[in-house]
C-alpha cells in the first residue's frame, strides 16, 4: 500500500512541476508543443564563454561527432550531440544526455577541462575527448589509432569552416511515453526530423514528428491533456485507500 502511495506522490509531484510550466502556454496545441525549437548557435555561444573555449572549436567537435543530432546515440553508447558516454555524462552533471543545452554543456566543460590538462594543446585535447585520457598517455600523444587520428584531422578542419549550428526541436518528445529515438550518430543533418520507433503499440512502424502532431491535435489540445490529467490524478488521489486496499 504504501508503495504504491509513493509512487502515486512522485507522480503528482512531477505533474505539478510541468503544469507550472506548461500552463504559461495556455491552450498551445501539440503541433506547437512538438515544433518548439532551440537555437544550438546560442547555446554553444554561452557554452563558449563560461568554459573559456573557442565556439569554433566547440561547434567543430559538435559536427564531428554528431553533426548536430540531438538524438544521436554511436553504437558505443555515446548521446546527443556532443556524444557523451552515460558516464561521462553523469560526471559532468548532465541529466539528460539528450537535452541539448545539457550536452553541449556538459561536453564545452569535458574540452575545457582537458584543454587544461594538455595545457591548451588542441590535438591532444581532441585526442583524449575521442579515445580517452589513459590512452593518450599511454602513448604519449595521440593513440595510433586510425579513427582517432581522423578525428583529430577532421575536428581541426571543421575549425577552418564557418558554419552555423541551426535550430533543433526542442519538445524531447524521444524522453516519455516509450517514444525511443534510434538514429545513429552522423545519419541526421540539420533541421532533419528523426524517426521515431513507436514500442510497444506499433512495434514494427515509424511515425514522423509530424504524424505525432496531426493526430495529437484531431484528438484535443496539449491543454486538454494537462486538465486530463490533473483530473485522472486528483480522483486517483481522493479514493486510492479504497481502489488498491490490497494489503
Known amino acids: 500500500m504504501s508503495k504504491i502511495n509513493g ?17 504559461q502556454t495556455g491552450g498551445e496545441s501539440f503541433d506547437t508543443y512538438l515544433n518548439k525549437t532551440t537555437n544550438l548557435d546560442e547555446i554553444f555561444e554561452k557554452a563558449s564563454q563560461k568554459y573559456n573555449v573557442p565556439v569554433k572549436l566547440l561547434k567543430a567537435i559538435a559536427k564531428a561527432e554528431s553533426d548536430f543530432n540531438p ?17 561521462t555524462a553523469k560526471e559532468l552533471g548532465v541529466t539528460d544526455p ?7 554543456m556538459g561536453g564545452s566543460k569535458y574540452i575545457s577541462d582537458l584543454l587544461k590538462r594538455y595545457n591548451g594543446d588542441v590535438k591532444l585535447a581532441l585526442a583524449a575527448y575521442n579515445a580517452g585520457m589513459n590512452n593518450v598517455k599511454k602513448y604519449g600523444g595521440v593513440p595510433p589509432f586510425k579513427e582517432t587520428q581522423n578525428y583529430v584531422v577532421k ?11 541551426g535550430t533543433v526541436k526542442s519538445s524531447g518528445i524521444s524522453k516519455y ?8 550518430a552522423g545519419t541526421a543533418g540539420v533541421n532533419q526530423a528523426p524517426d521515431w520507433v513507436i514500442s ?3 512495434p514494427n512502424g515509424k511515425i514522423s514528428m509530424d504524424s505525432i502532431a496531426d ?5 484535443f489540445s496539449y491543454q486538454d491533456y494537462l486538465n486530463f490529467i490533473d483530473i485522472f490524478l486528483n480522483d ?4 486510492n485507500n479504497n481502489r488498491y486496499n490490497f494489503f
Request: hydrophobic share 40%.
Open 200 to 202: 510497444p503499440a506499433f
Open 236 to 239: 486517483n488521489n481522493s479514493d
Open 215 to 219: 493526430v495529437m491535435d484531431l484528438l
Open 7 to 23: 509512487i502515486n506522490n512522485i507522480q503528482t509531484t512531477d505533474y505539478e512541476t510541468g503544469i507550472k510550466k506548461a500552463g
Open 155 to 165: 575536428v581541426m578542419k571543421y575549425m577552418e569552416e564557418d558554419f552555423t549550428a
Open 177 to 184: 511515453n516509450g517514444l525511443a529515438a534510434k538514429t545513429v
Open 71 to 87: 538524438n544521436a546515440v554511436s553504437k558505443a553508447g555515446a548521446q546527443g550531440i556532443m556524444q557523451l558516454m552515460p558516464g
Open 98 to 104: 539528450f537535452d541539448p543545452e545539457q550536452n553541449i
